[in-house]
């Protein structure tokens, strides 16, 4: 992508699970998506850091500090950015009612878009049984997902090589196996029948690292996805409409690799 893409201007936009610390995700496609895209609102709808895996192994290269201070100068620009912490980086919900810098921290809230329309706006790892009562397993989990990410890797490296797209092991196996459909429709339900309790139009929340938007329970259920794999997010357009955008969609080819451009260095020590 060139410098020369237009910005487009949204009314809110809703990123979740960056994973900053996981080996490997998509930042250098997350950062080109924000450099194109301004907001009145930036929610970050949790487990934008990994503090699971910060904890194991300290990762941090040079553009995650290119994303973090992206995302300060469109707070200093007048954006208002709330962070809801997802259960990859509770330790901040120490701070829930504070800011760090122009930035706000709140376990929860509720969206009115430009139609008057309400969306509670949430994480979701509260609704995850398995996150709530049986957090060993949720580790185990994470291991096995770290895993099929890894295999990921060796399988693209071939298909790459034959002309063909990428393609992504969990995602078909969320979509395939029984179970992980089952685990995504009780989620959904448990999200929808909250926001329905609390007397909203709608929910926003992210967590299974699975996009989608539908109404198939009475309740608009939107999720963001991620930006390990499916590099997805939710935009409000000034209509007041929701869009689920695919980022590597709607680039041309396969993403490149990101490099940090000479503005966005860190000066010298």
């Not at 950062?31 to 895996?53: K, M, N, P, Q, S």
């Not at 685990?183 to 926003?204: C, K, N, T």
Request: glycine letters at 8%; hydrophobic letters at 45%; aromatic letters at 10%.
């Amino acid at each position: 992508m060139t410098d020369s893409r237009e910005t487009r201007f949204v009314r809110a936009m809703f990123i979740s699970d960056v994973h900053l610390g996981m080996k490997p995700i998509r930042v250098g496609q997350l950062i080109e998506f924000l450099r194109c895209h301004d907001a009145e609102t930036i929610y970050l709808v949790g487990d934008i850091l990994d503090g699971w895996r910060l904890a194991k192994a300290w990762h941090w290269p040079a553009e995650y500090n290119v994303l973090i201070q992206l995302l300060l100068d469109k707070a200093n620009a007048g954006a208002r950015i709330v962070y809801l912490p997802g259960n990859h980086d509770e330790f901040l919900r120490e701070y829930l009612g504070t800011y760090f810098g122009e930035v706000e921290l709140v376990d929860r809230t509720v969206h009115t878009t430009a139609t008057g329309k309400t969306y509670l706006v949430i994480h979701g790892d509260q609704f995850d049984v398995v996150v709530m009562n049986a957090k060993w397993l949720a580790h185990v989990g994470d291991w096995a997902y770290n895993a099929a990410l890894r295999v990921n890797i060796a399988i693209n490296w071939v298909r790459r090589r034959l002309g063909l797209q990428y393609w992504s092991l969990s995602a078909w196996a969320k979509q395939k196996v029984k179970n992980a459909v089952s685990v995504i429709g009780r989620f959904e339900e448990a999200l929808v029948h909250e926001a329905r309790e609390s007397g909203v139009d709608g929910v926003i929340c992210g967590h299974i690292h699975f996009a989608d938007m539908h109404d198939r329970l009475g309740i608009h259920y939107i999720n963001t996805g991620d930006w390990v794999e499916s590099c997805t997010a939710i935009v409000e357009t000034p209509e007041g409409n929701f869009e689920l955008i695919k980022w590597t969609e709607m680039v041309a080819g396969e993403p490149r690799k990101f490099r940090i451009r000479r503005a966005d260095r860190p000066a010298a020590m």
